[in-house]
């Protein structure tokens, strides 16, 4: 069962908007949550993260906001860029527990 | 440092015939992940080792997937027989802990016919 859940496989958004991807998961254990960007025929890479002890991470135009009671977590890209135009997955884990659990990816496509 | 390396990146064989992926991961991580990406589930972990030893292989498939890792430098997935149904991209990762960044190779698309 997936613990890690994506539901908008795919996103569209016009360049300069905001982007928001979204993701929910079911285990209250989960502690530590990231996010990664895929290009096609490349691999996976980071791209932010956040620790239950914060509600908020910025970087650059890339901002994660996670709320714990919702178990819900959200990466907001302003202003977006054809550049950013990528699957995006959401990953979590437990603190002592020595993997990651991904969600299924949203496609973002950024519309110049 | 090359990042995680993986080989071969395209592999197309016919139902019944073993398959084996590579992976060299990054100098100094301790930890190696293999992944397998569909679109119906997404990322899927399949098996991890910490310090070239198998801790937890309860996402392989079945006894037809095998990983080792004799080094500390190189780990293998193995699939035999395959299967079409095993088409995806296999993906390896590696970090320096466990639940942090982990770094991704390029993947090894596989398709069974």
């Known amino acids: 069962d997936q613990q890690v859940k994506q539901n908008s496989p795919s996103l569209s958004v016009q360049e300069g908007r905001i982007s928001i991807l979204n993701c929910d998961y079911t285990n209250s254990m989960f502690d530590y949550f990231l996010w990664y960007k895929k290009y096609p025929a490349e691999g996976p890479t980071f791209l932010i993260s956040i620790s239950s002890i914060k509600d908020k991470n910025e970087d650059g135009r890339f901002t994660v906001f996670l709320n714990k009671s919702a178990k819900h977590l959200s990466l907001h890209i302003v202003p977006s860029q054809p550049g950013d135009s990528a699957v995006y997955f959401c990953?979590?884990?437990?603190?002592?527990?020595?993997?990651?659990?991904f969600g299924t990816g949203t496609r973002l496509t950024v519309i110049p | 440092d090359a990042g995680v390396i993986q080989s071969p990146r395209h592999e197309v064989t016919e139902m019944g015939q073993e398959v084996t992926l590579r992976c060299k991961p990054i100098?100094?991580?301790?930890?190696l992940f293999w992944y397998r990406q569909t679109m119906m589930r997404g990322l899927e972990l399949l098996i991890y080792?910490?310090?070239?030893?198998?801790?937890?292989d309860s996402g392989m498939p079945e006894d037809r997937f095998s990983a080792k890792m004799p080094n500390a430098s190189f780990s293998t997935l193995k699939i035999q027989p395959s299967e079409p149904r095993d088409s995806a991209v296999y993906f390896c990762a590696s970090s320096l802990r466990p639940y942090n960044e982990q770094f991704f190779g390029p993947g090894t698309r596989l398709t069974v016919l």
């Open positions: 100098s100094g991580h301790d930890y």
């Open positions: 990953a979590a884990s437990e603190t002592g527990a020595n993997n990651l659990f």
């Open positions: 080792f910490n310090n070239n030893v198998p801790i937890d």
